[in-house]
């Protein structure tokens, strides 16, 4: 693995980390309502509304899962509404963002990406891969189905086809678990750590819990991507991905929650804050006289105290002062200073 110092991170959003509402496969095929569930996610405040570009034919052998070429045929979306989709988000101030699994289409909806999302189905299809990396944008690799070394593997095979994958922060990771929907125990949040030590790459979450607690938490593991199912509506929906799928108001109230995370967060350096106030002295202890000493004295350990407020000596230098001796008669619970000792 390419061991190098990392420049600063591209996979920013308008509120921290990079949201991505994946409407995916929601719309069902109908033009209208991925338009009008487009609509909802540009409200919500994402930073990029993601769909998936393929066709039925293009992705599923007939021959071998005619059930699913099917399923995706109905589904499929035009290059003439994946454009107007595209269109519409850059209108709106956000970005289009989808998962290419055909890759003759590539060349017409480049000029509308600014990045590439493999899928998680994609991360073992080098061939997909190699072709998305010829246009040289930032690409995003899900996770979900793969082993820790297929994940590797995977990364190693970017680098060989271009390091500044590697070098320019270019690739990010999304820790994913491909089933609709998950429990809590199959989230596996720590493996983005996990990833992010052994590839040097950006993670991020891509999340198919129910709730938005999961993407919360990524947040304050130091996600810099959350990708989440979208939808308008839970109620009344029978494919599967509208369970997982946050809605507007949730997308707006996870953002609130970010900012709140990211608020506690804070800093990395330790150091006293100003609201603390005087509490730097008032709650540490300073080293008094626990009796009256004569002159001349030789201090002992229990000739001293350590009491609130840290006037004078601190009690961090209690020890200094011990074997030292009096100049002059000093009273019990009088502030010291080491001009009292020789």
């Known amino acids: 693995m390419l061991q190098i110092d990392m420049p600063e991170s591209i996979w920013r959003g308008r509120y921290g980390p990079m949201l991505i509402a994946e409407i995916g496969g929601n719309h069902e095929g109908d033009f209208e309502y991925a338009k009008r569930l487009t609509e ?18 293009g992705l599923v052998n007939p021959m071998e899962g005619a059930v699913r070429n099917k399923h995706f045929k109905k589904f499929e979306l035009s ?11 850059k209108e709106k101030g956000a970005g289009y963002l989808a998962s290419v699994w055909i ?30 990396i010829k246009t040289k944008k930032p690409l ?8 820790e070394k297929e994940v590797i593997d995977c990364v190693d095979f970017i680098s060989s086809l271009d390091k500044s994958y590697i070098t ?14 998950i429990p809590f125990k199959d989230a596996n949040l720590n ?72 608020s506690l967060q804070g800093s990395d350096k330790k150091r006293p804050l100003p609201v603390e106030g005087d509490h730097v002295v008032t709650f540490r202890r300073g080293v008094y006289p626990a009796r009256d000493i004569k002159a001349n004295s030789i201090i002992k350990e229990n000739d001293l105290v350590a009491l609130r407020p840290d006037h004078g000596i601190s009690a961090v230098d209690f020890y200094k002062v011990v074997g030292k001796k009096a100049k002059a008669d000093l009273a019990k619970h009088q502030v010291l200073n080491f001009h009292h000792f020789e």
């Open 140 to 147: 995003l690799l899900s996770t979900g189905l793969a082993s």
């Open 191 to 262: 493996v983005m750590n996990s990833l992010k030590a052994k590839t040097n790459c950006s993670v991020g979450y891509s999340d198919h819990t129910e709730g938005s607690e999961a993407l919360e938490t990524a947040v304050a593991m130091g996600a810099e991507i959350l990708e989440f199912h979208f939808t308008d509506s839970r109620e009344g929906k029978e494919f599967r991905d509208h369970k997982v799928s946050l809605t507007r108001d949730e997308v707006k109230a996870l953002i609130s929650k970010i900012a709140n995370i990211r």
């Open 168 to 181: 320019e922060r270019k690739l990010a990771i999304l820790q994913c678990t491909s089933m609709y929907p």
């Open 40 to 57: 909802l996610a540009l409200e919500s405040g994402a930073d990029y509304v993601k769909f998936q570009i393929y066709t039925g034919d």
């Open 79 to 89: 290059k003439e509404q994946h454009v107007e989709l595209a269109q519409l988000c």
């Open 103 to 132: 890759t003759e289409a590539i060349e017409w909806i480049d000029p509308f990406m600014d990045f590439y999302k493999i899928g998680s189905g994609d991360l073992t299809a080098y061939p997909i891969i190699a072709e998305t």
